[in-house]
Structure formats: structure tokens, C-alpha cells
């Protein structure tokens, strides 16, 4: 089979399982199979493609079909220009979270100790360091196996920064030390009777404990202010990423909890996504 004709085939296959970027997915399928990038399609659409290629690509787009999300086939996912590993383990870093790491970037110092609560890949801790200058870092998690993911990252990503990066299993605060100078988090967020209602690729491969945040998607906003208390230094300020229709509930809360300049922060479709503010100095 010629490279274009692979590229038909799964551009079909894709279509037919109701796939939207049928197109899209089925090439960076191909050239993750055949090491190609994309202009292969382009140039070089007659070459061949081997057996063991076809054989590994058909495996792909049935796994595709039936909406394993490409992210967890190729095991990779660009975040904020870095490449970040990832498996069914972790929550697959999404775009609107670079607004989340930017406004962090904003008001981040050099020196900075940085905590990242719920690190999951930890996209988020490893692009804060990577754009900073001599922050320490701890990322911590509840999955033992998000963090060996996260562990690698760090090791291919900083690799040959100047950085201290550690990463520590725990249930929320439950085994953290410490105080420090920002707190950041994309804690799991829906609220657990939406999670049914999600896309496929959501609900039924991505991890459950990434997403659900009780029942009114607010618990770990609950748990992380509290843990914040004895946690964040005071003129600290704490970044939360928030679903669509919570920044004025977290908002509140973050008021409630003492913070000052609390404020919300649009995504690009101008829906409410990130809430931050200072811990006051009383
Ligand atoms: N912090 C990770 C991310 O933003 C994981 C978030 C989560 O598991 N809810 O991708």
C-alpha cells in the first residue's frame, strides 16, 4: 500500500466511526507509525508503507474508532511548545490549561517555591520551570502512576535546566511539608452527575479521578483553600484552573477564605477559566 492510500483508508475508517478530524487524526496516526512528518503526505505519497507499518496503523484507527483519544495512541501531547508524555493515567493536557500556566508566568518571581496540586502529567509544574528562572518546584498527586508519568517529563523536558523539581505522592495536603510562595492547581472539576454527559474520549478513557469533583464540582477548591491555610506563605498567591460556570463560586470562596484581588481570567472563547488572588498578610 502507498502512503496515500494509507492515508485514505484510515481518513475513511475515521469518518465512518463519526470521528470530526477524521482527516487530521488519521495522517498524525500514519506518521506516528512511519516516523513521517507532515509533508510526507505531501511530497511523498507514493512511497511505500510497510506490512508491519500497515499492520500497527490499522490497529491504531480501530482503537481510534472505537474513541480511545489519539493523545493516549501516540502517547504525546503538546502543551504550552513542550512535549509532554502521556498515558491513560493522566488527564490529557489541554490547550485552555496554558492560560492557567501564563497568568502563573505573570506573577512569578525568580526564586519561587512552587507547589502544583493535582500535577497529573505535571504539564503544569514542568512548564512553569522551564519558563522561569530558579524556581523549586513539588508536584504532587494521589496516583502513584500519573507520577511516574509526570516523573519522566520532568526528566525529558528539564533535562539541563538549572531546576529542583520533586514529585510526591499524596491525598491533597495529607503528606505535603512546607510553605510556599504560589500554589497552583487544575483540580478535577466536573461535577460528578455531568461526567455521563461528556464526549466519549472523555468519559470513558479518561482517568475518572481527574474529573470528578463531587457533586458540585467544587470539593477540591474546598480542600485546597483549607490545605492552603498552612501551606501558602502569607502575600502568596494561589492560581486555580475552573469549569465555565465557576468563577463566581470559587471566587467567592477564595474571598470568603481571606484572599485579596481575586480575580477571574477568560479562555480563548471567553469563558471564565482561571481564578487567582494574594493570601493576605493578617
Ligand atoms: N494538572 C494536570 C493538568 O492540568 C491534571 C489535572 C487533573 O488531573 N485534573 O493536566
Known amino acids: ?6 492515508y485514505e483508508t484510515g481518513k475513511n475508517i475515521l469518518t465512518k466511526a463519526g470521528i470530526s478530524e ?28 510497510d506490512s508491519v507499518q500497515c499492520s500497527s496503523y490499522e ?10 483519544p489519539l493523545q493516549y495512541l501516540t502517547e504525546s501531547q503538546e ?15 489541554r490547550q485552555d490549561t496554558e492560560i492557567l500556566v501564563e497568568e502563573v508566568l505573570r506573577n512569578l518571581h525568580d526564586g519561587m517555591e512552587i507547589l502544583d496540586m493535582c500535577t497529573g502529567s505535571g504539564c503544569i509544574l514542568i512548564s512553569l520551570l522551564r519558563y522561569s528562572n530558579d524556581c523549586a518546584g513539588l508536584g504532587v498527586d494521589i496516583s502513584g502512576d500519573a507520577l511516574r508519568v509526570a516523573r519522566k517529563n520532568a526528566e525529558n523536558i528539564l533535562n539541563g535546566f538549572p531546576v529542583k523539581v520533586q514529585f510526591l505522592e499524596s491525598n491533597l495536603f495529607e503528606s505535603v511539608e512546607g510553605m510556599f510562595d504560589v500554589i497552583v492547581s ?20 479518561e482517568p475518572r479521578i481527574a474529573l470528578d ?12 483553600l483549607e490545605g492552603s491555610r498552612c501551606h501558602l506563605k502569607k502575600g502568596g498567591m494561589l492560581f486555580f484552573e475552573i469549569g465555565y ?16 484581588e481575586v480575580l477571574v481570567r477568560k479562555d480563548y472563547a471567553g469563558l471564565d477559566r482561571v481564578v487567582f488572588g494574594t493570601r493576605s498578610f493578617a
Not at 500500500?1 to 494509507?6: F, I, P, R
Not at 490497529?59 to 480511545?68: C, H, K, V
Open 186 to 205: 487544575n483540580p478535577p472539576y466536573i461535577p460528578a452527575g455531568d461526567i455521563e454527559g461528556l464526549m466519549p474520549e472523555v468519559r470513558d478513557y
Open 213 to 224: 469533583g463531587g457533586e458540585d464540582g467544587l470539593d477540591f477548591y474546598r480542600k485546597i
Open 59 to 68: 490497529q491504531l484507527l480501530a482503537r481510534r474508532a472505537e474513541r480511545l
Open 79 to 93: 502543551f504550552m511548545g513542550l512535549d509532554f508524555a502521556v498515558n491513560g493515567h493522566v488527564l490529557i493536557p
Open 22 to 49: 477524521a482527516g487530521l487524526e488519521a495522517r498524525l496516526l500514519l506518521e506516528h507509525v512511519c516516523g513521517t512528518g507532515r509533508n510526507d503526505l505531501l511530497v511523498h505519497g507514493d512511497r511505500p508503507v
Open 1 to 6: 500500500m502507498t502512503y496515500a492510500q494509507a
Open 245 to 260: 460556570d465557576q468563577g463566581e463560586a470559587v471566587s467567592k470562596m477564595m474571598k470568603d477564605a481571606g484572599f485579596l
